[in-house]
C-alpha cells in the first residue's frame, strides 16, 4: 500500500463550512477514507493510501465549489458526497447542486438535495404525469409543491389543486370536532405548511380566496375536469384504486400531475388494496407517465430518520425472507403428507 500526501489551496471562510463544527465534517472524511487532514496556513493536506486520498479530495474540492457558490454545507450534503466518492459515481454533488427550483418566502433557495431528487424534478419537467414514490423525508411533496408554484408564478398553469385521501391512522373524518373543513384540514396540514413556507401567509391566503390554489380531499374530485393547473395528490398509498383511476381521469388540457406515495405506510383497511400499487403495475409502459423511486439514500430530514428508514426496511427484508421459508416449509409438509 503506498502512502502519498495531496496538498489543496482552500480559503479560510470555506475550510471553516467544509470541516463544520467542532470539524466534525473533516472526522466524518477521516474515517470513512481512513485518511489524515489537516490545514496549514490556508491549505488542505490529505494524507493515506493513494486511491482513498484521491476519493478525499474529489469531495472536498466538490464541497468546496458548493461552498462557494453560496450553499449552506450540512452533514446531509457531506454524508452524500461521501457515499457518491465510494461508489465512484460520474455524477457530483456539485452537478446536482447547482438546480434551483425557486426560493422560500425568506430567501432559501429550494434544490434537489439528492441523484434520486434530481431525477424526480427532472421527471417533473418532462412528463405530464409523475408517480414519486418513496420513505417518509425524500422531498417527494416539498419538491412537487416547489414545482407547483414555480409554474404557477411563471403562468404556465392558472391554478394549483392539491389533494389528499381523508384517511390516517384508522381514524375517521366523524371523529374529529368541528365543521367539515375543520375536521378536513388536519390531514392538508403538511400542503398548508409547504405552501406558507414558500409562497408566504398572505400570498397564500390570497390565491385561496381567488380560488387560483385549492387545497381540498379526494373526494371533492368526483366529476371535475382539471384544465390547465398543476395537481398534486399526497399520501397517494391511502387511495383505493376505484379512488386512483377517478383522480386520474380529471386531468384536462394543459394540466401536470404529481402523485406521491409511501408504499410502506397504508392506512387502509385490512385487506383492502392500494389504488398506488395497482396503478404502478397498470401505467408502467404508457408514455409521457414517469415512477421515480427514491429510496433511504434519498432522505434529507435529520441524519437519524435515515437510518430509521433503513432499519425498518431491512426488519421488513428480514421478515419477509422468514415468511418465505416458512411458507416454503409449509409446502413441503404438505407435499410429503399428500404424497403418503
Request: hydrophobic share 35%; proline share 4%; charged share 30%.
Amino acid at each position: 500500500m503506498s502512502v502519498t500526501t495531496y496538498t489543496m489551496d482552500m480559503p479560510a471562510e470555506h475550510m471553516q463550512k467544509i470541516f463544520g463544527q467542532n470539524d466534525r465534517y473533516l472526522k466524518k472524511l477521516e474515517t470513512d477514507f481512513q485518511v489524515t487532514i489537516v490545514d496549514r496556513n490556508g491549505a488542505v493536506r490529505v494524507t493515506g493510501e493513494e486511491a482513498q486520498v484521491k476519493r478525499c479530495v474529489s469531495i472536498l474540492s466538490q464541497l468546496s465549489e458548493v461552498s462557494a457558490r453560496g450553499s449552506e454545507i450540512e452533514e446531509q450534503k457531506v454524508d452524500y458526497a461521501i457515499s457518491l466518492g465510494q461508489e465512484e459515481k460520474e455524477e457530483s454533488l456539485v452537478e446536482i447542486d447547482k438546480e434551483v427550483i425557486c426560493h422560500t418566502i425568506s430567501g432559501k433557495p429550494i434544490k434537489p438535495k439528492t441523484l434520486g431528487q434530481k431525477q424526480y424534478v427532472d421527471a417533473i419537467r418532462n412528463n405530464m404525469i409523475v408517480f414519486g414514490l418513496g420513505p417518509a423525508g425524500t422531498g417527494k411533496t416539498y419538491l412537487a409543491m416547489a414545482m407547483a408554484i414555480t409554474a404557477f408564478k411563471s403562468d404556465e398553469v392558472s391554478r394549483i389543486i392539491l389533494t389528499r385521501p381523508a384517511i390516517e391512522a384508522g381514524e375517521k373524518l366523524g371523529f374529529l370536532p368541528g365543521d367539515l373543513q375543520s375536521k378536513v384540514d388536519p390531514y392538508l396540514r403538511p400542503l398548508y405548511d409547504a405552501l406558507h413556507q414558500i409562497m408566504g401567509p398572505e400570498s397564500f391566503a390570497k390565491n385561496m380566496e381567488k380560488g387560483l390554489i385549492e387545497v381540498a380531499p379526494l373526494a371533492y374530485m368526483r366529476g371535475r375536469t382539471l384544465d390547465n393547473a398543476y395537481i398534486i395528490l399526497d399520501e397517494a398509498q391511502n387511495t383505493t384504486p376505484a379512488q386512483m383511476k377517478m383522480f386520474l381521469t380529471r386531468i384536462g388540457f394543459g394540466s401536470k400531475v404529481i402523485v406521491t406515495g409511501d408504499a410502506s405506510q397504508k392506512d387502509l383497511p385490512q385487506g383492502t388494496r392500494s389504488g398506488l400499487d395497482v396503478a404502478a403495475r397498470v401505467l408502467k409502459n404508457i408514455e409521457d407517465i414517469a415512477f421515480c423511486n427514491l429510496t433511504s439514500r434519498d432522505v434529507v430530514r435529520h441524519p437519524l430518520v435515515q437510518k430509521i428508514v433503513k432499519a425498518y426496511d431491512d426488519y421488513e427484508e428480514s421478515e419477509k425472507r422468514h415468511q418465505d421459508k416458512l411458507k416454503n416449509r409449509e409446502n413441503r409438509k404438505n407435499g410429503k403428507n399428500s404424497k403418503r
